[in-house]
């Protein structure tokens, strides 16, 4: 008898040192017809959660209350311009309103739109154009695809203390160089309280590239970019910036961080709060990446560190964690072409976290094997990008993992096929996966010494065999001080398919 009782025993106590994620609620389904496109969620100030559903014809608007029951549900037509070209470039809770940063492409000139949603009704308040860029054409394209000229873009991210918002222009088709970038910040009330240009260092450089923005303080922003030169205009020379501006100022203040030599490939740059650093992860050759860690208050930056000599893949996001480090992650990946189809062959994740001196400190591998063919995407920090959502011949918003740092534990959720799950954890290496059908949401706790961590269903085993319940891991919203995960949840019951919401507690 004794012998019986403790198999169930210790079965718990497996399951408890997991340390699943729990749920704490589902919001009723919500139909495939009115949430196609674009997704996402945000978790209120005053305990309600936002969800925004953007296609091509309209935008759906819900509003939950802190009891997770719906409070509000609208459709609203505002005049946005092309849908295939929408990128969300904001979503932020002020004074009780939603704030929704829409950028998209009107007769090859990419605009911001803003969208002021009441946070309680879902009723549209307010609509504009807060930025445009300059128009270009299809010769102008090719430099960016040949001549090394950033893509023109728009940028956001949220201030400190709920003290508004900064927005960036990457205007590379400014005639004049010294207002190439755009720096700009809104206060709670949409009102514009700075607005600067990222001018070149003694007119030095012809080209300044955006590479990421640090909310210092709830009113100070720092920008970091680089400023070059082509071979063309004047020579190789690069050096990495460091713009701070102090809200009610026009003049960004430039410090310069060190020459360097200007990266041939990608890069993405993540500011810390928590240890008051910046970490800009880059492509510095065909298989070679590097961290330069940025501390924005001493002005310094350090020696390139080589962080991708022994990975097995290219990076594909940087991320902050709770206690100031941050962790790349890399995917495993092989491009096959022939004369009529290209394939891709996506394996193995590999997480690294690294100190604020660029030294990895854990290292974790979740192995994967998804076989893909005539995608549109990129080899270096595809999970980065939002621009896939709407576009055509793009896969599905549900490719992309997402991560958490939270409760002094990291986790890594994507979803993968189940039967490749149990044959990795027998031991065994996992079968090719061609679709997400199959494909259920997964949770990889990443602690511990062993380089495979735990892994657990993230929602719950489905029932049936048919049924299949996965995570739409960009549209998702995390609040650190109520400890609340919500994330979309699709949910495929034989043929139907239905979106919910999912609110959770790590």
Not at 47 to 76: C, D, E, H, I, M
Not at 142 to 155: H, R, S, T, Y
Not at 439 to 467: H, M, N, Q, T, W
Request: charged share 25%.
């Amino acid at each position: 008898m004794k012998c019986l009782f403790a198999i169930p025993v210790f079965m718990l106590l497996g399951i408890l040192a997991f340390g699943q994620i729990k749920i704490v609620s589902q919001s009723p389904v919500f139909g495939e017809d009115e949430s196609v496109g674009i997704q996402r969620v945000l978790l209120m100030d005053n305990g309600n959660t936002f969800y925004l559903g953007l296609s091509k014809k309209s935008l759906t608007v819900r509003v939950y209350s802190p009891k997770f029951t719906v409070k509000a549900t609208k459709q609203l037509h505002p005049h946005l311009g092309k849908g295939s070209s929408f990128k969300v470039k904001g979503l932020y809770d002020m004074n009780g309103d939603v704030v929704v940063l829409v950028s998209a492409v009107d007769k090859h000139q990419v605009v911001l739109q803003r969208l002021v949603i009441d946070g309680k009704t879902g009723a549209l308040k307010d609509e504009g154009t807060i930025g445009e860029l300059e128009k270009v054409s299809y010769f102008k394209l090719a430099g960016i695809a040949f001549a090394d000229v950033p893509e023109p873009d728009f940028f956001s991210e949220k201030m400190p203390e709920g003290n508004g918002y900064a927005v960036i222009a990457m205007n590379s088709f400014q005639p004049d160089r010294n207002k190439r970038v755009v720096v700009a910040i809104y206060g709670p009330d949409n009102k514009e309280l700075s607005h600067a240009f990222y001018k070149s260092p003694e007119e030095k450089y012809k080209y300044i590239e955006y590479l990421g923005m640090a909310p210092l303080e709830k009113n100070k922003l720092g920008v970091l970019a680089y400023g070059y030169n082509t071979r063309s205009s004047g020579g190789k020379e690069c050096e990495l910036i460091f713009g701070t501006l102090t809200t009610g100022d026009s003049l960004l203040v430039i410090d310069k961080l060190g020459t360097s030599k200007k990266p041939a490939s990608s890069s993405v740059a993540r500011y810390n709060p928590v240890s008051k650093r910046m970490m800009l992860l880059e492509v510095v050759a065909k298989n070679d990446y590097s961290a330069t860690v940025v501390d924005p208050f001493g002005k310094t930056a350090s020696a390139r560190l080589p962080v991708g000599k022994n990975k097995d893949g290219a990076p594909q996001n940087l991320f902050v964690n709770e206690d100031g480090s941050f962790s790349a992650v890399y995917e495993k990946l092989t491009i096959r072409t022939d004369k009529y189809s290209t394939g891709y062959d996506m394996e193995d994740y590999t997480v690294s976290v690294l100190a604020n001196d660029g030294e990895e400190i854990q290292h974790y591998r979740v192995p994967r094997r998804h076989l893909r063919a005539e995608m549109l995407r990129t080899p270096m920090f595809y999970n980065a990008y939002n621009a896939f959502e709407m576009s055509y011949k793009q896969p599905s918003p549900l490719e992309a993992f997402n991560y958490l740092s939270a409760g002094g534990t990291n986790y890594l959720f994507l979803n993968d096929d189940a039967d490749n799950i149990e044959r990795v954890q027998a031991g065994k290496d996992p079968r090719k996966v061609k679709s997400l059908d199959d494909c259920d949401a997964f949770c990889y706790k990443l602690s511990g010494d062993k380089e495979i961590p735990a892994v657990d269903y993230f929602f719950a085993k489905p029932s049936e065999k048919r049924d299949h319940d996965q995570g739409l891991f960009k549209a998702y919203d995390y609040n650190a001080e109520s400890k609340t995960y919500v994330v979309v949840k699709a949910e495929q019951r034989g043929r139907d398919l239905n979106w919910k919401l999912v609110w959770m507690k790590p």
